[in-house]
Structures are given as C-alpha cells and as structure tokens.
C-alpha cells in the first residue's frame, strides 16, 4: 500500500460533532478575577438541572452561545442543581443552550436574555443511550474504561500528542490492520493531526518496511480493546464523576478561532490580548478576548515542503512576541511596535528535520538573550540543541552540554529570574530535570528524588522556585534550588497527565476536546479546552492554593522492574 492509499482509507471515516471540533480556545474568566468565581451579583439567565434517575443535579456544565456567534459561556450547576449566568457575562438576547453530563442529554434549547430581568429556564435531562455516552467520553474515561496492563496504558496515552483516543477505540481494524496504522502513526512529524497529515522526509522509508514487533504487539491490545469484533466495547464504559463544590464555580468563556486554527500555546499581554501559537498554521495569532476577533500575523515560509506551525510563544522585555516555528526551522519575533514579522534560521536550518520547538525571552531583561532549542538536527548523537540568541546582534549561540551528557532533551524550557534556564525532559523513564548557567554556559543536572515520569512544562515563582508537571508520573513538583529539595503531589485524577504552564496547574488531558492540539494552561489562568470536557480540569487550581490546600509530601512510588511509569 502506498501512503496515499493508507491515507485516503482513513482520514475523515470518524466525525464525532462537538468532541472532535476543532479550533477552541477557552479562557477560565479572565481579566482579574479571581480564578475560582465567588459572587457576580444578579444572574441574566438561571434555572435548575434536573433528571428522573439523579433528581437535581450537581455539577452540570451549562453552555449558552448566541446563534452565528464565535463566544460561547459556560457555568455548572452547585450542589442544589442550580446554574446562574451572571448579567456581566450574556447580553440581551437569544441563545442556544447545550450541556455537558457524561451520560444524560438535553433536547434542542433556546433561551432570551432580557434587559434588567432573570430570566428562568429549567432544563429536564434525558438518559443518553448507550451510543451517544460512548460519543461523550474523555479519552482519560477510555483509559480508565478498558483493561489493560500500565504499559499498554501509557502507550496509548502517546497517541494523544496528535489526536484523540475515539480513532482506536471506534475503528474496526484487526490486529494486523492496525499494526501498519501504528506504524503510519510514527511517519508523522510530531505536530501531524488528521487535518494536517504531515509527515517525515524518511517516511516512504518507514512505510516500505513490515510493523515491528512492538507495533503488532501493541496493535493486537488495540484490537482487543476497540470494535473490530463486535459492535460494542467488551467492557463497561465508566465515566469520571461531575465536579463537586468550588469546581463548580468556574465560568468558562470559549472562543471559536478561525479556519481550523489549532493553538498550541498563550500568552497574555497587558492590554489583555491572548497571543496564542499556531501548531500547524504559520501565524502569530491574537485574540481579542472582549470581541472574540482574531488577528493573525503571517510567518514567511523558508523550507517549502516541510511542516508549518508553531510550538512555544513567549514574550521579550519589550513586549515583542516570540515564537518556536517547529518544522521550518526558525524562530519568528512580531515587533510590537511596527506589527513587523521577522524570521532567523536556526544555524543547521536546512538539515534533516531541524525544528525549533522552545523559546523563553521572558527574562531577557536581564542580559539581553533569549533561551530556544532545536531537536531533529541532523547529528544523530546530538539531536537536541540549545541556543542562546542575542537580541542585539541577533545571533545564535550553541550552549553544550558537558562530555558524555551530549543530548540535552527538553520539552520545557523555562528560565529563572538570573536568566538561567532549566530543561524538562517528558520522557516517562526520565530521573532528572538540567540547569544551564546563562553566564558560564554550564549544565548541571538535578535527580528528581521521587522515581521516574520525567517533567513537561514548567515556570519561575518569585522566590526564583521552580514548579514543573512530571506529565506520565501524574505528579506536580517544586524544586527549590536554595535547598537542592524537590516536593510533589499526585494529582488527583488518575491518567490526567499534569501540565503547568506559567503559575497555573493543569489537571486533565491535553488533548481531551480535539485532534491534533493541545489543551493548554496558559500564562494567568488560561487554557485551551472545550467545556464539553470541562469536568476533566475542575480539579485546577493555581498553584498557590494547591501548595495551600494540599499538606507537602514526598511521593515515591517507582514502578515495578520493567515498567515505565508508576500506573
Ligand atoms: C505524530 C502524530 C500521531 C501520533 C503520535 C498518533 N497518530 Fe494516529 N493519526 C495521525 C494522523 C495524522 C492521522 C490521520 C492520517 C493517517 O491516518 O495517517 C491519524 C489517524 C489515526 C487512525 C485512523 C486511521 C486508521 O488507520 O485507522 C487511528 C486508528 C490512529 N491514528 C491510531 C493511533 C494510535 C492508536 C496512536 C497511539 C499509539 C496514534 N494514532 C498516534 C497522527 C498521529
């Protein structure tokens, strides 16, 4: 089989409405609430949820969006069943009402806000048939739902970094046929969804070979666990429970972004824009929270052929914005003053798959420089690179790492407040987390004292304290570099893959809401996520109240010999 004919089988087979939709962004209340909503004075529209199994209902998301409008804003309901939409956040007007309850539906509902009054709509939920709850589970209910071993878990939980878990458990293929699926998987570059199929420049070559073992071993669990003989999943299909008490307090504004845009990070600026990288686009975008419209700034395209998009965004003491453009090999700053786009090279720009993935300029006040990293690079021993780029000069300096330690992995890349930046590596069997002295160049590694689970995304506190996710671990950690300690907690909720992202913890899977990009925690309480899945994420808090809320304890929970990760 070609690879245009192993495509053409598949790419839009499975259409799943709301939960595959592409193009969200949603902001947990912005502005300078508080995160959690505690009064917003007289609500615009109220009402009770009810059903005939559960009687009022707690924890149920509630969603109005006007028609043809891109802003869609969501509440639940509190522990005697009630929703309130405050009058600051629905104008006057009609809308449609939809919600969001593992299990249970709503029939076609609209609402008309009037001016001054409340307006009172209780909404009667059905039971879902067996099909539709199947449509409305997360991909941490599917983990959670089907049998398996903790490594055949964790494998699967690496096909979200491109999209949801719907595609293996609805297909039908057998465990031969789904072992060459698993082999096309890894002809893609690491930012491929089903809308934007790229692949690696060696991909003919990946697909000329028979699956390897691994992939037939890991296709016959997929096959067992998917609907290749039968009609329905042989396992019960079990939902994560609603959100209870101050979970429910969140109002979440969702924004529809154009043309598919798929956002993969964000930043806000002080004028309150959210500026949000593009994974497969090649746009600096920004959204206008107040109106809903989006800007975007194009970015020249240097490699034509190779994949476009943009990973990491960051901001300079200027205020210009910063982006990782991935598979074109550059790095891409929007002068805020001109709203000129300028690009530069990464120094082996034209070899291999060379992509520029992290950036941090946001302690460049300090000396002038900014933190990126390449990985792809064409030296097979040194895949990773790091760079210090001046901002004067515009030049890139390679940082290397000592003799023998040669490949620096990172997925985040965070700097302190000396401008000294640390590395985390996401590999599930990673023990250490790196630190490079921005004046002497020189990396240190750290062991993380708690097992494996590498680290994700990471920021600074202003004790210069870092806190990092270690995403396979289901652990939130702080290293304090005065004392060398590292603390953690285990999240809450099980396979919900911890992320953090600039003073804010996120719980729940990245990918829960769409294929091909990434629920985010972004600078000051912003996330990407569809409040279709907005139970996934209740349990967020900032990372304050957690350190708060949650005594300090050293976890250690390795895992048995031979496992990877502590599930
Ligand atoms: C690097 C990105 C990437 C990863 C990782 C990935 N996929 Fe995919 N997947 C895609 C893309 C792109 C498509 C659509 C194009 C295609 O089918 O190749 C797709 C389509 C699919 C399909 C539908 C097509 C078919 O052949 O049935 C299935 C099933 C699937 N993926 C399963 C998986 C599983 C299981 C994993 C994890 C073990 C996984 N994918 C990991 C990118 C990825």
Not at 196 to 213: D, G, R, V, Y
Not at 323 to 336: H, R, S, V, W
Not at 476 to 501: F, I, L, M, Q, T
Request: overall charge positive.
């Amino acid at each position: 089989m070609t690879t245009a004919t192993r495509l053409g089988n598949v790419v839009t087979r499975l259409s799943f409405g709301a939960i595959t939709s592409m193009g969200l962004l949603a902001l947990p209340i912005a502005g300078s609430h508080p995160a959690i909503a505690q009064s917003h004075g007289p609500a615009a529209l109220t009402g009770i949820v009810s059903s005939p199994e559960e009687g009022k209902m707690e924890g149920v998301v509630v969603s109005a969006k006007r028609p043809g409008s891109t802003i869609m804003v969501s509440v639940s309901t509190n522990a005697q069943g009630q929703y309130s939409f405050p009058q600051d956040r629905l104008a006057p007007g009609a809308y449609d009402i939809t919600i969001r309850a593992a299990g249970y539906t709503l029939e076609q509902t609209a609402a008309t806000v009037q001016s001054g009054g409340s307006t009172q709509l209780d909404l009667r939920l059905a039971k879902a048939a067996p099909d539709i709850l199947a449509l409305q589970m997360s991909n941490s209910e599917w983990v959670q739902s089907a049998p398996g071993t903790p490594r055949q878990k964790l494998a699967v939980l690496r096909c979200l970094d491109c999209h949801g878990l719907q595609r293996p458990f609805f297909s039908k293929k057998d465990a031969s046929e789904m072992a060459f699926t698993l082999q096309r998987m890894t002809a893609h570059t690491a930012n491929a969804s089903p809308n934007f199929p790229f692949f690696l420049q060696n991909a003919s070559e990946i697909l000329s070979s028979p699956p390897t073992k691994g992939q037939a071993e890991l296709g016959a669990y997929l096959a067992s666990i998917n609907l290749s003989s039968g009609e329905t999943w042989p396992y019960k299909l079990k939902t994560q429970p609603r959100p209870t008490g101050k979970s429910t307090q969140a109002i979440i504004t969702t924004y529809d972004l154009p043309d598919q845009a798929a956002p993969h990070d964000t930043l806000l600026d002080k004028a309150g824009n959210v500026w949000f990288s593009d994974f497969q686009h090649h746009f600096i975008s920004k959204l206008d929270p107040r109106t809903g419209k989006v800007t975007r700034y194009p970015v020249p395209v240097s490699k034509p052929g190779f994949p476009t998009g943009s990973l990491m965004i960051t901001m300079d003491k200027d205020g210009n914005i910063w982006e990782a453009m991935m598979g074109q090999a550059q790095i891409a700053k929007l002068d805020m003053k001109t709203e000129k786009v300028s690009i530069y090279l990464a120094p082996d720009w034209d070899k291999g798959d060379t992509r520029f993935t992290m950036i941090d300029a946001l302690n460049s006040n300090v000396d002038g420089k900014l933190w990126t990293k390449t990985n792809g690079g064409p030296d097979a021993g040194h895949p990773n690179k790091l760079y210090q780029f001046d901002l004067a000069t515009e030049k890139f300096n390679e940082v290397l790492p000592p003799a023998g330690k040669r490949d620096i992995a990172a997925y985040g890349l965070v700097t302190d407040l000396d401008n000294n930046v640390y590395g985390l590596d996401n590999n599930p069997d990673q023990r250490q987390i790196w630190r490079t002295n921005a004046k002497t160049g020189e990396t240190t590694y750290i062991d993380l004292p708690l097992g494996v689970g590498g680290g994700r995304r990471g920021h600074i506190d202003s004790q210069n304290r870092l806190w990092f996710s270690q995403f396979h671990a289901n652990r939130y950690a702080v290293y304090d570099p005065k004392s060398g300690n590292v603390a953690a907690w285990e999240v809450p909720v099980p396979y919900a893959g911890a992320y953090d992202r600039r003073r804010h913890i996120c719980v729940g899977r990245r990918y829960e809401h769409r294929s091909g990009s990434a629920a985010q925690c972004g600078n000051r309480r912003m996330e990407l996520l569809s409040p279709a899945h907005l139970h996934q994420y209740a349990p967020y808090r900032r990372a304050e109240e957690f350190e708060s809320q949650h005594p300090l304890q050293h976890v250690d929970r390795r895992p048995a010999d031979g496992q990877n990760c502590p599930y």
